[in-house]
């Protein structure tokens, strides 16, 4: 069965560097997205890709935030200058024809 | 602005012994309504999707209902591999992204 994965599985940076996470969303998926979720905490989007762009964002989403597919596989979120509240499980979804998000088990950020 | 929100927060139960979370929303324009189960650190796995209201899934021991402002997700004999934190979320007709509830966090003893 195909499935959104994800990588790193754990990450752990030093406040003010810069982080890349991974997912390959499900083959024939069109539509991406990243949410976080503070431990505790519920579930928060951040963003959805669709057609190579932007589709919509969040608050949470600012300057420091970015996407990218770099090529037919992988989408990425990069966090530019981590803070010590940017520690969450970052999950990755992608949703195709039939409207349900799939989730990826998610990348564990740590900023010491 | 899309609003869930579910009850109770945390549930125990005894093997066998059968009960109903809720999930509560206010929503511009339902698209969807969607229930998750998420296992302590891993992703939501996805269970239900309803659509319009008097709408009923089932599925093994787990079966969802829902009405114009709220859904139950009814649990009958759960067993301890039941135990997970379930999620309700809400998609409208206007946006792409889920707006997710806090979760009911249910565990079931031997």
């Known amino acids: 069965e195909p499935e959104v994965t994800q990588t790193p599985s754990h990450q752990v940076t030093q406040m003010g560097q810069e982080v890349i996470l991974r997912c390959v969303p499900i083959s024939n998926h069109l539509y991406f997205y990243w949410y976080r979720q503070i431990l505790g905490q519920k579930v928060e989007f951040l963003v959805s890709?669709?057609?190579?762009?932007?589709?919509?964002k969040s608050e949470i989403f600012d300057d420091q935030f970015s996407v990218e597919r770099p090529d037919g596989s992988n989408f990425t979120l990069k966090i530019r200058s981590t803070k010590l509240e940017d520690s969450a499980m970052y999950f990755c979804?992608?949703?195709?024809?039939?409207?349900?998000?799939?989730f990826g088990p998610g990348t564990r950020l740590t900023v010491l | 602005e899309d609003q869930v929100t579910q009850s109770p927060e945390a549930l125990r139960l005894q093997e066998g012994e059968s009960s109903s979370l809720n999930c509560s929303y206010t929503?511009?324009?339902?698209?969807?309504l969607f229930w998750y189960r998420q296992d302590p650190g891993k992703g939501p796995e996805f269970l239900f999707t309803?659509?319009?209201a008097g709408e009923e899934k089932e599925k093994e021991r787990l079966k969802a209902t829902l009405t114009k402002k709220e859904s139950f997700l009814h649990i009958t004999a759960p067993k301890p591999e039941d135990s997970a934190t379930y999620l309700c979320?809400?998609?409208?007709?206007?946006?792409?992204?889920?707006?997710f509830g806090p979760g009911t966090r249910l565990s079931v003893l031997p």
């Open positions: 979320a809400v998609a409208d007709n206007y946006g792409q992204n889920f707006v």
């Open positions: 309803l659509y319009s």
């Open positions: 979804a992608s949703r195709g024809t039939s409207g349900i998000e799939f």
């Open positions: 929503v511009s324009g339902l698209r969807g």
């Open positions: 890709f669709y057609n190579n762009e932007i589709s919509e």
